[in-house]
């Protein structure tokens, strides 16, 4: 982890000497391997019925999809977790804190291993959203995604609504495709917790994954039953390496 500059750095005139002192300018966080696994399970009877130019579908590839897609779905839940869940990954909701420890860092007196947070329960507003924004933003990164809730996303596009023009007047076509706010993506998610809109910049996080369990179908398994249990398994983590520059607004209303 990368958290302060370096101190060597400096302009020199002609004869001057290198500046050769030292100080603390990174450090190392640690996240242990998640794992995440489910098993689809074929019968005898479900393969006869399931088998011969008659077959309607291939149906242990459907329990197989559907598997992913189940999986898929819990693995965007705990995007946004906060980590007090045994065994899983820990979410914003963990890196965006300002108290505790992350990846076996302690925040207390690192404000840049701190996330932005703005947690006055109040109506969303475009200076509550600028004032996020500036927080999480240096130099020459700031957020490139924002994520919130259904509710706020549509509390956001009424107050674009506002601006909107009318460039056609054969056509009335209200509403917009995409949002964005100082041009970066805005949407929402159903997994966005309650009152939240999450500024993130992806440069600082890492969904890493071992590349020998990515949706990794494992070995049949033969219990002593006339069937086949299949294991789906992913195991990794989903990293944060800049918490100071990632933000969210907590308890924010329509």
């Known amino acids: 982890i990368r958290y302060a500059e370096n101190p060597t750095i400096r302009w020199m005139a002609e004869y001057d000497e290198y500046n050769t002192g030292n100080s ?3 450090d190392a966080a640690e996240f242990p391997w998640a794992a995440i696994a489910g098993t689809i399970t ?3 009877e479900e393969r006869v019925k399931n088998s ?3 077959r ?3 149906l242990a590839k459907e329990k197989f999809d559907k598997l992913i897609e189940d999986l898929g779905n819990d693995m965007n839940r705990v ?3 906060d980590g007090t869940i045994a065994l899983e ?3 914003s909701r963990a890196f965006t804190l300002t108290t505790g420890t992350y990846g076996g860092i302690s925040r207390t007196g690192n404000t840049w291993w701190q996330g932005q947070v703005d947690s006055t329960a ?3 507003s475009v200076p509550d959203m600028r004032s996020i924004w500036n927080l999480t933003s240096a130099n020459r990164t700031a957020p490139d995604m924002i994520v919130t809730t259904r509710t706020l996303f549509e509390k956001y596009e009424d107050m674009a609504q506002s601006f909107q023009q009318i460039v056609q007047s054969k056509t009335g076509d209200l509403g917009f495709e995409h949002l964005q706010f100082k041009g970066v993506p805005l949407f929402w998610d159903d997994d966005c917790p309650s009152g939240e809109m999450n500024f993130f ?3 600082y996080l890492n969904f890493y994954c071992h590349p020998e369990f990515e949706w990794a179908r494992q070995e049949e398994r033969q219990p002593n039953q006339a069937l086949k249990i299949i294991p789906i398994e992913w195991r990794g983590n989903f990293v944060c390496r800049g918490p100071r520059f990632q933000g969210v607004l907590r308890g924010k209303t329509a």
């Open 79 to 81: 995007v946004f977790s």
């Open 52 to 54: 011969g130019r008659e």
């Open 42 to 44: 074929i019968t005898n």
């Open 24 to 26: 603390p300018i990174i």
């Open 201 to 203: 910049n992806s440069k």
């Open 89 to 91: 990954p820990a979410g």
């Open 56 to 58: 309607v579908l291939d």
């Open 122 to 124: 109040e109506p969303l």
